[in-house]
T-cell receptor, first 109, second 115 residues
Framework: KNEVEQSPQNLTAQEGEFITINCSYSVGISALHWLQQHPGGGIVSLFMLSSGKKKHGRLIATINIQEKHSSLHITASHPRDSAVYIC???????????FGTGTRLKVLA | DAGVIQSPRHEVTEMGQEVTLRCKPI?????LFWYRQTMMRGLELLIYFNNNVPIDDSGMPEDRFSAKMPNASFSTLKIQPSEPRDSAVYFC?????????????FGPGTRLTVT
């Protein structure tokens, strides 16, 4: 059974700091999805990746298949980045996401 | 595209009442998912449709919950009778295929409060 763990659970940063959120999973997967949820808000898709690295604006996601690990980086963090970040793994040939517990990020001005 | 559309965005109802949540997936997507999110349990998959057919309803809590997808552009999740423990945020998501690394796109959610 795949277990998905995120760290840290909570993170407070000052505006402008470089932030890293980690996601580890226990069995091989076909893809990993990073999601963002603002307080009281909907869930927004950030990245889906199966290898290597993806970049969108100030956000960068990487995945290391051999080490079963993915990271989400935020450069030049801003208070509007404050949200819960969730990673979700997708196994081969399956539709079911296994969700991490989320990382609650707060960026202070 | 407008994305996944859900209605209502908020619903407050009394215990015992029937509640119907609605979802319009992204046009062209053939997979639809209903999720429930609570503080205690996080995101849980309730039911998955592919080409309007329910494929996996093992996450539906009990017989009080039912879901339908009469056509490719509409789905409902019904709770009858509702109970306070059903209070949660219910998300609908859609994807093109459901498998093969297809990204799921989530709707804004319906926040349900049962008093």
């Amino acid at each position: 059974k795949n277990e998905v763990e995120q760290s840290p659970q909570n993170l407070t940063a000052q505006e402008g700091e470089f932030i890293t959120i980690n996601c580890s999973y226990s069995v091989g997967i076909s893809a990993l999805h990073w999601l963002q949820q603002h307080p009281g808000g909907g869930i927004v898709s950030l990245f889906m990746l199966s290898s290597g690295k993806k970049k969108h604006g100030r956000l960068i996601a990487t995945i290391n298949i051999q080490e079963k690990h993915s990271s989400l980086h935020i450069t030049a963090s801003h208070p509007r980045d404050s949200a819960v970040y969730i990673c979700a793994s997708l196994g081969s040939g399956t539709y079911k996401y296994i969700f991490g517990t989320g990382t609650r990020l707060k960026v202070l001005a | 595209d407008a994305g996944v559309i859900q209605s209502p965005r908020h619903e407050v109802t009394e215990m015992g009442q029937e509640v119907t949540l609605r979802c319009k997936p992204i046009s062209g997507h053939n997979s639809l998912f209903w999720y429930r999110q609570t503080m205690m349990r996080g995101l849980e998959l309730l039911i998955y449709f592919n080409n309007n057919v329910p494929i996996d309803d093992s996450g539906m809590p009990e017989d009080r919950f039912s879901a339908k997808m009469p056509n490719a552009s509409f789905s409902t999740l019904k709770i009858q009778p509702s109970e306070p423990r059903d209070s949660a945020v219910y998300f609908c998501a859609s994807s093109f295929n459901g498998v093969l690394r297809d990204e799921q796109y989530f709707g804004p959610g319906t926040r349900l409060t049962v008093t």
